[in-house]
């Protein structure tokens, strides 16, 4: 079974700072992983995936992760913030097993920005 | 691209009423389906799975009998919350895998439902 740990539950960054939003899994077998994004009574926007290949993925709205396999890591980094980043974010997994397979979810990170 | 539309966004019943929400995929055929269910700020936790043609796997501690799910097609999956009470009350978010090489997944827009 997989599971992923967001070790924050909540991250205020001023305004045009950069950003690091930590993510952490755990499988007994290789996962794909992916970063989403909530605003307010919204569903869920995907802002990037890593499935293989380069371990640097970029994602929309100025977003990247890396995969860090040694590490069970795939942080999700952004060099400045604007005020419209507000919100919700979830790292999630799902595993190799089937195309079908479920996905579940950290617990999130609440993204707040300062002017 | 795909996309799952879910209906509907916002409903409002009354405590020991049933409510029904739909998911259609509206240009890919959707095998699976997937069921969440947020509380306020909190992460989305899986309900169950459906699958065309056979009974859902419901996830441990949720209940079948008060969370109906049906998969009638390729492209409609529906969740039918029963004898719902205020505790009931969350966003309900669906999710479609779109298989094939990109794995994907496309989820739909949500349904708050309050109970009172």
């Known amino acids: 079974a997989q599971s992923v740990t967001q070790l924050d539950s909540q991250v205020p960054v001023f305004e045009e700072a950069p950003v690091e939003l930590r993510c952490n899994y755990s499988s007994s077998v290789s996962v794909y992983l992916f970063w989403y994004v909530q605003y307010p009574n919204q569903g869920l926007q995907l802002l990037l995936k890593?499935?293989?290949?380069?371990?640097l993925v970029k994602g929309i709205n100025g977003f990247e992760a890396e995969f860090n396999k040694s590490q069970t890591s795939f942080h999700l980094r952004k060099p400045s913030v604007h005020i419209s980043d507000t919100a919700e974010y979830f790292c999630a997994v799902s595993d190799w097993g089937s195309s079908a397979s479920k996905i579940i979810f950290g617990s999130g990170t609440r993204l707040s920005i300062r002017p | 691209g795909a996309v799952v539309s879910q209906h509907p966004s916002r409903v409002i019943c009354k405590s020991g009423t049933s409510v029904k929400i739909e998911c259609r995929s509206l240009?890919?055929?959707?095998?699976?389906m997937f069921w969440y269910r947020q509380f306020p700020k909190q992460s989305l936790m899986l309900m169950a799975t459906s699958n065309e043609g056979s009974k859902a796997t419901y996830e441990q501690g949720v209940e079948k009998d008060k969370f109906l799910i049906n998969h009638a097609s390729l492209t409609l999956s529906t969740l039918t919350v029963t004898s719902a009470h205020p505790e009931d009350s969350s966003f309900y978010i669906c999710s479609a895998p779109r298989g094939g090489r990109d794995h994907g997944y496309t989820f739909g827009s949500g349904t708050r439902l309050t109970v009172v």
């Open positions: 240009d890919f055929q959707a095998t699976t």
């Open positions: 890593y499935l293989s290949g380069s371990t």
